[in-house]
């Protein structure tokens, strides 16, 4: 009898070279603020990087998203101002020394990146009853960090980097982008080629917290049950990376 093909080898799997392209991008992904070059995105880049946050998962096949190109230096100049005065908000919720630290932190690059784009949620797109939004109305914005973590790997790909600046005004950044009520900001990103990528991510390096240890977020049935009896196999292997 004819021996069946190993389920590895079977089209449904990469090869190993596909494979640890995949992972490559996944681990050598940063957020980048302060390493960004000139060098425009050329346009068939900037699709290919586009059309893969477009193929993101969404609920409802609702596609939510929008992608907003911020190209005029007049709109960029405004929202950095107002990320200016939500960082100054934000360093004060720290305590004295944690402010001092956080005043430090390079935390966009809105104005040096040759690109920004804004990806958006129209929260009314497919109407009031989606399937899979019964009962969690916030899956259409889940859907749509689904788009943002597709771009930021597909990005890394392509040797472009990317920046996530959340700290905005939410009502003061719609009202600059002429955003409707229906449409909610997820993601401003500053987008372009770098000078180099971090081999840590920039708030580890500068010690500001560390990774956690994946084998203590890992439980089993019910919250909090960490029991390895049965699951040593696992655990030995996630310690592993």
């Not at 935390?107 to 009962?135: F, K, M, Q, W």
């Not at 916030?138 to 788009?147: E, I, P």
């Amino acid at each position: 009898m004819e021996k069946s093909e190993p389920a590895h080898q079977s089209d449904h799997y990469f090869t190993d070279e596909e494979r640890a392209a995949v992972y490559k991008s996944i681990y050598s992904r940063r957020d980048v603020r302060g390493q960004f070059k000139t060098d425009p995105v050329p346009d068939d880049v900037l699709a290919r990087i586009i059309n893969a946050a477009h193929h993101a998962p969404s609920v409802g096949f609702m596609q939510p998203w929008n992608f907003l190109l911020i190209q005029n230096p007049e709109t960029k100049k405004k929202v950095h101002d107002i990320f200016l005065s939500a960082n100054d908000e934000a360093a004060e919720m720290f305590e004295p020394e944690k402010s001092t630290d956080y005043r430090k932190l390079k935390l966009e690059g809105i104005i040096e990146s040759p690109v920004n784009l804004v990806v958006t949620c129209d929260r009314e797109r497919a109407g009031p009853v989606v399937v899979g939004r019964t009962h969690d109305k916030s899956m259409d914005l889940f859907s749509s960090v689904c788009a943002v973590q597709n771009l930021w790997l597909a990005a890394r790909a392509e040797g472009v980097g990317v920046g996530w600046v959340s700290i905005f005004n939410k009502k003061a950044l719609k009202q600059a982008l002429k955003l409707p009520k229906s449409v909610t900001p997820i993601a401003y990103l500053c987008i372009g080629y770098v000078e180099h990528f971090l081999a840590e991510p920039e708030l580890k390096s500068a010690g500001w917290r560390d990774r956690l240890p994946i084998e203590d977020l890992v439980c089993f049935d019910e919250w909090g049950n960490m029991n390895k009896e049965g699951n040593e196999g696992l655990y030995k292997e996630l310690s592993k990376r």
